[in-house]
């Protein structure tokens, strides 16, 4: 098969959470404009309005919050309305209190499960039927530095993504028999939405970059290769896998 035939999504259609900032948004938009049809996720409905304008390619947004279980049955409902059930689907919407092991609340350590762990199972539970039907699918989950390394005040985040790591080896055990691949990409410091204390803090952005083999911190586009990568044929015999997209970080 050509390259391009491999690392295609023409097509396809693809789900992805978070989609209304941070990496949620580049992938959704990297999809799109690689040629899947994409519905983004996310409780913010002015931002998705504003992401499906200029994401190019055909795009749809569903407003809706992926932390509440009860609404999840209704909302992959409404995911499967633009264009049809997903084939693809991008668990990219994260949360992270950043509370001091001391501080964690019951309710700040429900909300991150919730979003980051259950969410990702629930949700993928819902939609994998379809998945299994056509006999193809791809699920990626976004795991973490702090899915293997601890940081401070990532009590409840670092046990959440900890958790999503086999998460996303038990989803594979489950369901790649039926040729759906589950795979997670595991972002090093990119700058986003959830990692604004990081880079507004210049000194400490430079001493993460100094911490990667390649000498600098994450650029969204770093994103796109690993993406399609996962979503396309390339990776038909990759499934339970974490890949480090760190530069070198989880290396030193």
């Known amino acids: 098969m050509p390259a391009t035939g491999l690392f295609s999504v023409e097509g396809r259609v693809a789900c992805v959470t978070g989609a209304s900032s941070g990496l949620g948004r ?26 499906c304008s200029g994401a190019g390619g055909r795009s749809a947004g569903v407003e809706g919050d992926v932390a509440d279980r009860d609404g999840l049955a209704a909302l992959a409902g409404r995911i499967s309305e633009p264009f049809g059930p997903p084939d693809i689907l991008i668990h990219a919407a994260g949360l992270n209190t950043r509370e001091p092991a001391d501080d964690v609340t019951g309710g700040g350590w429900d909300a991150t499960l919730a979003v980051n762990l259950s969410a990702p199972f629930f949700l993928s539970q819902l939609l994998v039927p379809s998945m299994r039907d056509k006999g193809w699918g791809r699920i990626v989950h976004f795991a973490s530095l702090q899915s293997f390394r601890a940081f401070p005040g990532g009590i409840a985040y670092g046990a959440s993504k900890g958790a999503v790591a086999q998460l996303t080896r038990a ?18 410091f990119f700058p986003t939405d ?13 001493r993460n970059a100094a911490q990667t083999c390649i000498g600098r911190n994450g650029e969204p586009a770093d994103l796109d290769g690993p993406l399609l990568f996962l979503c396309s044929e390339a990776s038909r015999y990759v499934t339970g896998q974490i890949l480090m997209l760190d530069g ?5």
């Open 194 to 206: 959830l990692t604004a204390a990081v880079f507004d803090d210049a000194d400490r952005a430079a």
């Open 171 to 188: 989803m594979a055990e489950a369901w790649s028999g039926a040729g759906i691949n589950v795979n997670a990409i595991a972002p090093g």
């Open 248 to 252: 070198g970080f989880t290396a030193k």
């Open 26 to 51: 580049h992938a959704a938009t990297v999809l799109a404009q690689a040629g899947a049809d994409v519905v983004g996720v996310a409780r913010r409905g002015a931002l998705l309005r504003e992401w």
